[in-house]
Nanobody, 121 residues
Framework: QAQLEESGGGLVQPGGSLRLSCAAS????????MGWYRQAPGKQRELVAT???????NYADSVKGRFTISRDNAQDTVYLQMNSLKPEDTAVYYC???????????????WGQGTQVSVSS
């Protein structure tokens, strides 16, 4: 079983920047896709960005050009650099990873506990 631990959230003014980190630990043989999702109050959880092990990225239209996802495969860590933040980016941000715990096992989803990002003046 893998555990994901996020860090880097906080309060920032509109137009500011934050960098989120998420480190995977535990029983890990291989990680496929890693990504970030967010959930604002009263709304469903939505995809922010994902990245494959080969570095192929995918972004929600609302964050394209402002957010950048990256990963360090050696450290089993994924990052989200968030620039030009807007009040509508306020949400709890969750890390996700598709993890195979053993050779030949299926990939299953692991989730972090979430980190709050608040954008306000």
């Amino acid at each position: 079983q893998a555990q994901l631990e996020e860090s880097g959230g906080g309060l920032v003014q509109p137009g500011g920047s934050l960098r989120l980190s998420c480190a995977a630990s535990g029983t890990i043989f291989s990680i496929n896709s890693m990504g970030w999702y967010r959930q604002a109050p009263g709304k469903q959880r939505e995809l922010v960005a994902t990245i494959t092990g080969e570095g192929i990225t995918n972004y929600a239209d609302s964050v394209k050009g402002r957010f950048t996802i990256s990963r360090d495969n050696a450290q089993d860590t994924v990052y989200l650099q968030m620039n030009s933040l807007k009040p509508e980016d306020t949400a709890v941000y969750y890390c996700n990873a598709e993890v195979a715990s053993y050779s030949g096992s299926h990939y299953s989803d692991s989730w972090g506990q979430g980190t709050q990002v608040s954008v306000s003046s």
